[in-house]
Protein backbone atom coordinates (compact mmCIF):
# COMPACT_ATOMS: atom_id res chain seq x y z
CA UNK A 1 0.00 0.00 0.00
CA UNK A 2 3.04 2.50 0.68
CA UNK A 3 4.13 1.91 -2.23
CA UNK A 4 1.03 2.86 -4.13
CA UNK A 5 1.04 6.18 -2.32
CA UNK A 6 4.86 7.20 -2.79
CA UNK A 7 6.21 10.51 -2.79
CA UNK A 8 6.87 10.37 -6.75
CA UNK A 9 3.23 9.13 -7.00
CA UNK A 10 1.79 11.83 -4.47
CA UNK A 11 3.51 14.44 -6.77
CA UNK A 12 1.65 12.99 -10.14
CA UNK A 13 -1.48 13.87 -8.27
CA UNK A 14 -1.53 17.11 -6.19
CA UNK A 15 1.12 19.17 -8.44
CA UNK A 16 -1.56 19.77 -11.30
CA UNK A 17 -3.77 20.84 -8.73
CA UNK A 18 -1.57 23.75 -7.99
CA UNK A 19 1.62 24.67 -9.11
CA UNK A 20 2.08 23.02 -12.40
CA UNK A 21 -2.76 23.56 -12.79
CA UNK A 22 -3.10 22.67 -16.55
CA UNK A 23 -5.68 25.91 -17.23
CA UNK A 24 -3.27 28.36 -15.56
CA UNK A 25 0.14 27.72 -15.88
CA UNK A 26 0.14 25.16 -18.42
CA UNK A 27 -2.43 26.78 -20.59
CA UNK A 28 -3.83 23.72 -21.64
CA UNK A 29 -8.16 23.12 -22.67
CA UNK A 30 -8.59 26.83 -22.48
CA UNK A 31 -11.38 26.27 -25.09
CA UNK A 32 -13.93 24.30 -23.17
CA UNK A 33 -12.62 26.18 -19.68
CA UNK A 34 -14.04 29.50 -21.29
CA UNK A 35 -17.19 28.18 -22.74
CA UNK A 36 -18.94 26.22 -20.26
CA UNK A 37 -18.80 28.15 -17.23
CA UNK A 38 -21.65 30.87 -17.49
CA UNK A 39 -23.30 28.49 -14.71
CA UNK A 40 -21.89 26.29 -11.91
CA UNK A 41 -23.67 23.40 -12.84
CA UNK A 42 -22.20 22.35 -16.58
CA UNK A 43 -18.98 23.54 -15.08
CA UNK A 44 -19.00 21.19 -12.39
CA UNK A 45 -20.27 18.19 -15.02
CA UNK A 46 -17.21 19.02 -17.71
CA UNK A 47 -14.70 19.11 -14.80
CA UNK A 48 -15.68 15.61 -13.66
CA UNK A 49 -16.29 14.32 -17.64
CA UNK A 50 -12.96 15.55 -17.92
CA UNK A 51 -11.40 14.04 -15.05
CA UNK A 52 -12.68 10.57 -15.72
CA UNK A 53 -11.51 10.91 -19.64
CA UNK A 54 -8.07 12.08 -18.57
CA UNK A 55 -7.60 9.21 -15.78
CA UNK A 56 -8.73 6.10 -18.20
CA UNK A 57 -7.22 7.61 -21.03
CA UNK A 58 -3.93 7.42 -19.46
CA UNK A 59 -4.24 4.44 -18.05
CA UNK A 60 -5.22 2.55 -21.50
CA UNK A 61 -2.44 4.69 -23.31
CA UNK A 62 -0.30 3.60 -20.24
CA UNK A 63 -1.20 0.05 -20.60
CA UNK A 64 -0.67 -0.21 -24.57
CA UNK A 65 2.92 2.21 -24.23
CA UNK A 66 5.44 -0.30 -25.63
CA UNK A 67 3.20 -1.75 -28.78
CA UNK A 68 2.35 1.58 -29.93
CA UNK A 69 4.28 2.26 -33.24
CA UNK A 70 5.91 5.62 -32.21
CA UNK A 71 4.90 6.99 -35.89
CA UNK A 72 0.87 6.51 -35.94
CA UNK A 73 1.18 7.25 -32.06
CA UNK A 74 -1.22 10.15 -32.17
CA UNK A 75 -3.97 8.61 -34.45
CA UNK A 76 -3.93 6.17 -32.17
CA UNK A 77 -4.16 8.55 -28.99
CA UNK A 78 -7.11 10.08 -30.62
CA UNK A 79 -8.53 7.17 -31.44
CA UNK A 80 -8.67 5.69 -27.77
CA UNK A 81 -10.27 9.48 -26.51
CA UNK A 82 -12.47 9.82 -28.94
CA UNK A 83 -14.30 5.86 -28.16
CA UNK A 84 -14.22 7.02 -24.26
CA UNK A 85 -15.77 10.54 -25.36
CA UNK A 86 -18.56 9.04 -27.33
CA UNK A 87 -18.73 6.43 -24.29
CA UNK A 88 -19.54 9.73 -21.90
CA UNK A 89 -21.68 12.13 -24.04
CA UNK A 90 -23.81 8.94 -24.47
CA UNK A 91 -23.60 8.68 -20.44
CA UNK A 92 -24.71 12.36 -20.04
CA UNK A 93 -27.61 12.09 -22.42
CA UNK A 94 -29.13 9.15 -21.07
CA UNK A 95 -28.46 10.75 -17.25
CA UNK A 96 -28.39 14.75 -17.28
CA UNK A 97 -29.85 15.22 -20.62
CA UNK A 98 -30.68 18.87 -19.80
CA UNK A 99 -26.77 19.79 -18.94
CA UNK A 100 -25.54 17.86 -21.99
CA UNK A 101 -27.74 19.90 -24.29
CA UNK A 102 -26.38 22.77 -22.49
CA UNK A 103 -22.75 21.62 -23.19
CA UNK A 104 -23.62 21.38 -26.94
CA UNK A 105 -20.87 20.59 -28.83
CA UNK A 106 -18.48 20.94 -26.32
CA UNK A 107 -18.62 17.47 -24.75
CA UNK A 108 -17.28 15.90 -28.53
CA UNK A 109 -14.43 18.52 -28.11
CA UNK A 110 -13.28 17.01 -25.05
CA UNK A 111 -11.54 14.93 -27.88
CA UNK A 112 -9.19 17.63 -28.93
CA UNK A 113 -8.70 18.96 -25.28
CA UNK A 114 -4.63 19.64 -25.24
CA UNK A 115 -5.09 18.43 -21.52
CA UNK A 116 -5.43 15.23 -22.92
CA UNK A 117 -3.35 14.72 -25.75
CA UNK A 118 -0.33 16.56 -23.58
CA UNK A 119 -1.08 14.32 -20.25
CA UNK A 120 -0.87 11.49 -23.00
CA UNK A 121 2.18 12.36 -24.44
CA UNK A 122 4.25 13.65 -21.49
CA UNK A 123 3.47 11.33 -18.63
CA UNK A 124 1.22 8.04 -19.99
CA UNK A 125 3.54 7.33 -22.91
CA UNK A 126 6.68 6.62 -20.27
CA UNK A 127 5.13 5.48 -17.16
CA UNK A 128 3.35 2.65 -15.80
CA UNK A 129 -0.76 2.41 -15.50
CA UNK A 130 -0.86 3.57 -11.97
CA UNK A 131 1.14 6.73 -11.74
CA UNK A 132 -1.05 7.54 -15.15
CA UNK A 133 -4.12 7.46 -13.49
CA UNK A 134 -3.06 9.48 -10.62
CA UNK A 135 -1.76 11.92 -12.94
CA UNK A 136 -4.74 12.08 -15.16
CA UNK A 137 -7.22 12.35 -12.04
CA UNK A 138 -4.74 15.35 -10.79
CA UNK A 139 -4.90 16.92 -14.08
CA UNK A 140 -8.48 16.84 -14.38
CA UNK A 141 -9.45 18.46 -11.09
CA UNK A 142 -7.25 20.88 -11.66
CA UNK A 143 -8.94 21.63 -14.84
CA UNK A 144 -12.82 21.37 -12.72
CA UNK A 145 -11.24 23.73 -9.80
CA UNK A 146 -10.66 26.34 -12.46
CA UNK A 147 -14.25 25.47 -14.09
CA UNK A 148 -15.62 25.92 -10.81
CA UNK A 149 -14.07 29.28 -10.11
CA UNK A 150 -14.71 30.73 -12.98
CA UNK A 151 -18.29 29.06 -13.02
CA UNK A 152 -18.90 30.22 -9.40
CA UNK A 153 -18.06 34.32 -10.15
CA UNK A 154 -19.43 34.24 -13.08
CA UNK A 155 -23.71 32.43 -11.88
CA UNK A 156 -23.26 34.73 -8.52
CA UNK A 157 -22.92 38.31 -10.12
CA UNK A 158 -24.59 37.31 -13.20
CA UNK A 159 -27.47 35.58 -12.01
CA UNK A 160 -27.45 35.88 -8.64
CA UNK A 161 -28.02 32.18 -7.93
CA UNK A 162 -25.57 29.51 -7.21
CA UNK A 163 -26.56 25.82 -9.13
CA UNK A 164 -29.76 27.02 -9.56
CA UNK A 165 -30.71 28.52 -6.31
CA UNK A 166 -31.02 32.31 -5.18
CA UNK A 167 -28.29 33.18 -3.01
CA UNK A 168 -29.02 37.20 -3.42
CA UNK A 169 -31.54 37.95 -0.60
CA UNK A 170 -34.54 39.75 -1.96
CA UNK A 171 -33.84 43.05 0.14
CA UNK A 172 -30.79 43.36 -2.07
CA UNK A 173 -32.95 43.96 -5.19
CA UNK A 174 -35.11 46.51 -3.67
CA UNK A 175 -32.19 48.63 -2.36
CA UNK A 176 -31.52 48.49 -6.17
CA UNK A 177 -28.86 45.79 -6.67
CA UNK A 178 -29.02 44.49 -10.19
CA UNK A 179 -27.43 41.21 -11.57
CA UNK A 180 -24.63 41.85 -13.91
CA UNK A 181 -25.29 41.73 -17.50
CA UNK A 182 -22.05 41.54 -18.69
CA UNK A 183 -21.03 38.25 -16.75
CA UNK A 184 -23.20 36.17 -19.06
CA UNK A 185 -21.64 37.38 -22.02
CA UNK A 186 -18.87 34.70 -23.31
CA UNK A 187 -15.80 37.56 -23.12
CA UNK A 188 -16.25 37.86 -19.60
CA UNK A 189 -14.66 34.18 -18.65
CA UNK A 190 -11.68 35.28 -20.80
CA UNK A 191 -11.20 38.57 -18.26
CA UNK A 192 -11.77 36.29 -15.68
CA UNK A 193 -9.31 33.26 -16.43
CA UNK A 194 -6.59 35.98 -17.11
CA UNK A 195 -7.81 37.49 -13.21
CA UNK A 196 -7.41 34.11 -12.01
CA UNK A 197 -4.16 33.50 -13.80
CA UNK A 198 -2.52 36.90 -12.49
CA UNK A 199 -3.81 36.10 -8.71
CA UNK A 200 -2.36 32.65 -9.28
CA UNK A 201 0.95 33.73 -10.17
CA UNK A 202 1.09 36.26 -7.60
CA UNK A 203 0.60 33.64 -4.79
CA UNK A 204 3.03 31.28 -5.78
CA UNK A 205 5.55 33.89 -6.45
CA UNK A 206 5.03 34.84 -2.86
CA UNK A 207 5.67 31.22 -1.46
CA UNK A 208 8.91 30.62 -3.59
CA UNK B 1 -26.98 31.73 -53.13
CA UNK B 2 -27.96 34.68 -50.91
CA UNK B 3 -28.18 31.92 -48.25
CA UNK B 4 -24.44 31.46 -48.61
CA UNK B 5 -23.25 34.56 -48.26
CA UNK B 6 -25.08 35.24 -45.32
CA UNK B 7 -23.22 32.28 -43.53
CA UNK B 8 -20.07 32.86 -44.45
CA UNK B 9 -20.30 36.45 -43.87
CA UNK B 10 -22.17 35.35 -40.00
CA UNK B 11 -19.44 32.63 -39.68
CA UNK B 12 -16.86 35.34 -39.76
CA UNK B 13 -18.55 38.17 -37.86
CA UNK B 14 -21.40 36.61 -35.53
CA UNK B 15 -20.29 33.02 -35.10
CA UNK B 16 -16.63 34.09 -34.76
CA UNK B 17 -14.70 30.77 -33.99
CA UNK B 18 -12.74 32.67 -31.09
CA UNK B 19 -14.23 35.42 -30.34
CA UNK B 20 -18.14 33.78 -29.94
CA UNK B 21 -16.94 30.08 -29.27
CA UNK B 22 -13.81 30.10 -28.07
CA UNK B 23 -12.55 27.59 -30.08
CA UNK B 24 -8.67 26.75 -31.26
CA UNK B 25 -7.60 29.18 -27.81
CA UNK B 26 -4.46 27.02 -27.52
CA UNK B 27 -2.46 27.16 -30.38
CA UNK B 28 -4.52 31.25 -31.01
CA UNK B 29 -2.84 32.21 -27.78
CA UNK B 30 1.07 30.20 -28.50
CA UNK B 31 1.29 30.93 -31.98
CA UNK B 32 -0.26 35.09 -31.57
CA UNK B 33 3.95 36.46 -30.37
CA UNK B 34 4.21 37.61 -34.42
CA UNK B 35 1.71 38.40 -37.26
CA UNK B 36 4.19 36.60 -39.91
CA UNK B 37 3.73 33.23 -38.18
CA UNK B 38 0.19 34.04 -37.09
CA UNK B 39 -0.70 34.67 -40.84
CA UNK B 40 0.85 31.09 -41.66
CA UNK B 41 -1.28 28.93 -39.24
CA UNK B 42 -4.34 30.88 -40.06
CA UNK B 43 -4.31 29.95 -43.78
CA UNK B 44 -2.96 26.64 -42.61
CA UNK B 45 -6.13 26.41 -40.54
CA UNK B 46 -8.30 27.89 -42.90
CA UNK B 47 -7.36 25.54 -45.90
CA UNK B 48 -8.05 22.18 -43.15
CA UNK B 49 -11.33 23.34 -42.49
CA UNK B 50 -12.11 24.19 -46.26
CA UNK B 51 -11.29 20.76 -46.65
CA UNK B 52 -12.52 18.32 -43.29
CA UNK B 53 -16.20 20.31 -43.20
CA UNK B 54 -17.53 19.46 -46.76
CA UNK B 55 -15.65 15.76 -46.16
CA UNK B 56 -17.67 15.41 -42.66
CA UNK B 57 -20.49 16.98 -44.45
CA UNK B 58 -20.43 14.03 -46.88
CA UNK B 59 -19.83 11.23 -44.22
CA UNK B 60 -22.88 13.25 -42.13
CA UNK B 61 -25.32 13.11 -45.10
CA UNK B 62 -24.44 9.66 -46.69
CA UNK B 63 -23.33 7.41 -44.22
CA UNK B 64 -24.34 8.51 -40.88
CA UNK B 65 -27.78 10.83 -40.68
CA UNK B 66 -30.52 8.62 -39.71
CA UNK B 67 -31.92 6.44 -42.31
CA UNK B 68 -28.73 7.20 -44.32
CA UNK B 69 -27.39 4.03 -45.09
CA UNK B 70 -30.16 1.79 -43.56
CA UNK B 71 -33.80 2.73 -43.39
CA UNK B 72 -34.22 2.64 -39.65
CA UNK B 73 -30.19 2.93 -38.60
CA UNK B 74 -28.85 6.07 -36.89
CA UNK B 75 -25.31 5.90 -36.95
CA UNK B 76 -24.83 9.79 -35.45
CA UNK B 77 -22.76 8.55 -32.42
CA UNK B 78 -19.88 7.48 -34.46
CA UNK B 79 -19.35 11.01 -35.57
CA UNK B 80 -16.61 11.66 -32.90
CA UNK B 81 -14.06 8.84 -34.38
CA UNK B 82 -15.04 9.32 -37.87
CA UNK B 83 -14.53 12.89 -37.97
CA UNK B 84 -11.44 13.27 -36.04
CA UNK B 85 -10.00 10.30 -38.47
CA UNK B 86 -10.68 12.69 -41.30
CA UNK B 87 -8.71 15.67 -39.52
CA UNK B 88 -5.74 13.53 -38.59
CA UNK B 89 -5.62 12.56 -41.93
CA UNK B 90 -5.78 15.71 -44.12
CA UNK B 91 -3.48 17.98 -41.04
CA UNK B 92 -0.55 14.98 -42.05
CA UNK B 93 -1.74 15.97 -45.97
CA UNK B 94 -1.15 19.51 -44.94
CA UNK B 95 2.07 19.13 -43.34
CA UNK B 96 3.61 16.97 -46.10
CA UNK B 97 2.74 19.95 -48.63
CA UNK B 98 3.84 23.01 -46.05
CA UNK B 99 7.00 21.49 -45.79
CA UNK B 100 7.23 21.03 -49.32
CA UNK B 101 6.44 24.29 -50.60
CA UNK B 102 7.49 26.61 -47.40
CA UNK B 103 10.42 25.16 -45.00
CA UNK B 104 10.61 28.26 -43.42
CA UNK B 105 6.97 28.44 -42.55
CA UNK B 106 7.35 24.84 -41.49
CA UNK B 107 9.85 24.92 -39.21
CA UNK B 108 8.45 28.29 -37.34
CA UNK B 109 4.83 26.59 -36.94
CA UNK B 110 6.97 23.82 -35.66
CA UNK B 111 4.99 21.84 -33.29
CA UNK B 112 1.69 23.53 -33.94
CA UNK B 113 1.54 22.40 -37.77
CA UNK B 114 0.92 18.78 -36.21
CA UNK B 115 -1.15 20.08 -33.63
CA UNK B 116 -3.79 21.32 -36.20
CA UNK B 117 -5.18 17.81 -36.07
CA UNK B 118 -6.34 18.38 -32.01
CA UNK B 119 -6.94 22.29 -32.70
CA UNK B 120 -10.73 23.10 -31.68
CA UNK B 121 -11.77 24.86 -34.07
CA UNK B 122 -11.49 22.10 -36.56
CA UNK B 123 -13.28 19.74 -34.91
CA UNK B 124 -15.26 21.71 -33.59
CA UNK B 125 -16.51 23.42 -37.17
CA UNK B 126 -17.56 20.11 -38.18
CA UNK B 127 -19.45 19.28 -34.58
CA UNK B 128 -21.21 22.65 -34.96
CA UNK B 129 -21.90 21.61 -39.02
CA UNK B 130 -23.42 18.27 -37.61
CA UNK B 131 -25.66 20.47 -35.53
CA UNK B 132 -26.90 22.82 -37.94
CA UNK B 133 -27.83 20.18 -40.56
CA UNK B 134 -30.93 19.16 -38.18
CA UNK B 135 -32.25 22.73 -38.31
CA UNK B 136 -34.97 24.40 -39.75
CA UNK B 137 -34.17 25.70 -42.88
CA UNK B 138 -35.27 28.96 -42.30
CA UNK B 139 -32.68 29.55 -40.16
CA UNK B 140 -29.93 31.63 -40.72
CA UNK B 141 -27.57 29.09 -39.32
CA UNK B 142 -28.72 26.27 -41.19
CA UNK B 143 -26.34 24.28 -43.95
CA UNK B 144 -28.41 22.39 -46.55
CA UNK B 145 -25.91 21.28 -49.02
CA UNK B 146 -22.73 21.52 -50.52
CA UNK B 147 -22.00 24.95 -51.27
CA UNK B 148 -23.65 25.86 -48.12
CA UNK B 149 -20.63 23.56 -46.30
CA UNK B 150 -18.01 25.26 -48.15
CA UNK B 151 -19.57 28.74 -46.96
CA UNK B 152 -19.68 28.32 -43.45
CA UNK B 153 -15.88 26.62 -43.23
CA UNK B 154 -14.52 28.98 -45.69
CA UNK B 155 -16.21 31.69 -43.38
CA UNK B 156 -14.60 29.70 -39.99
CA UNK B 157 -11.57 29.87 -41.27
CA UNK B 158 -10.91 33.35 -42.46
CA UNK B 159 -12.72 34.57 -39.07
CA UNK B 160 -10.22 32.94 -37.11
CA UNK B 161 -7.27 34.19 -39.06
CA UNK B 162 -8.54 37.53 -38.60
CA UNK B 163 -8.94 36.62 -34.53
CA UNK B 164 -5.45 35.74 -34.26
CA UNK B 165 -3.57 38.40 -37.07
CA UNK B 166 -5.75 40.88 -34.97
CA UNK B 167 -4.28 39.51 -31.30
CA UNK B 168 -0.71 38.90 -32.79
CA UNK B 169 -0.44 42.84 -33.95
CA UNK B 170 -1.57 43.81 -30.39
CA UNK B 171 1.06 41.92 -28.89
CA UNK B 172 3.64 43.29 -30.79
CA UNK B 173 2.68 46.64 -30.14
CA UNK B 174 1.89 45.38 -26.33
CA UNK B 175 5.85 44.27 -26.45
CA UNK B 176 6.77 47.68 -25.16
CA UNK B 177 4.10 48.79 -22.62
CA UNK B 178 4.62 48.26 -19.05
CA UNK B 179 2.43 45.30 -17.40
CA UNK B 180 2.38 44.37 -13.76
CA UNK B 181 4.74 41.67 -13.38
CA UNK B 182 2.35 38.79 -12.26
CA UNK B 183 0.28 39.62 -15.07
CA UNK B 184 2.92 40.06 -17.89
CA UNK B 185 2.48 37.01 -20.57
CA UNK B 186 -0.45 34.92 -20.61
CA UNK B 187 -2.57 37.00 -18.01
CA UNK B 188 -2.55 39.90 -20.01
CA UNK B 189 -3.12 38.39 -23.57
CA UNK B 190 -6.17 36.87 -21.80
CA UNK B 191 -7.76 40.21 -20.85
CA UNK B 192 -6.90 41.43 -24.31
CA UNK B 193 -8.53 38.65 -26.31
CA UNK B 194 -11.51 39.17 -23.54
CA UNK B 195 -11.67 43.12 -24.60
CA UNK B 196 -11.46 42.25 -28.35
CA UNK B 197 -14.20 39.41 -27.83
CA UNK B 198 -16.37 42.60 -26.53
CA UNK B 199 -15.55 44.71 -29.23
CA UNK B 200 -16.89 41.61 -31.72
CA UNK B 201 -19.88 41.73 -29.79
CA UNK B 202 -21.33 44.66 -31.54
CA UNK B 203 -21.52 42.43 -34.83
CA UNK B 204 -24.02 39.95 -32.34
CA UNK B 205 -27.33 42.20 -33.86
CA UNK B 206 -26.06 41.68 -37.62
CA UNK B 207 -28.94 40.58 -39.87
CA UNK B 208 -28.11 39.90 -43.36
Not at chain 1, 171 to 191: E, K, Q, R, W
Amino acid sequence: MSKLFSDENKAAFTNPLNLNNPVAVQVLGICSALAVTSQLKPAIVMGLSVTVITAFSNVIISLLRKTIPNRIRIIVQLVVVAALVTIVSQLLKAYVYDVSVQLSVYVGLIITNCILMGRLEAFAMQNSPWPSFLDGIGNGLGYAAILVIVGFVRELFGFGTLLGFNVIPQFMYDAGYTNNGMMVMPAMSLIIVGCVIWAHRAYNKEEK
Amino acid sequence: MEHMISLFVRSIFVDNMIFAFFLGMCSYLAVSKNVKTALGLGVAVTFVLLVTVPVDYALQTYVLGPDAIVAGVDLTFLAFILFIAVIAGMVQLVEMIVERFSPSLYASLGIFLPLIAVNCAIMGASLFMQQRVTMEPTNAQFIGGFGDAIAYALGSGIGWLLAIVGLAAIREKMAYTDVPKPLQGLGITFITVGLMALAFMCFSGLNI
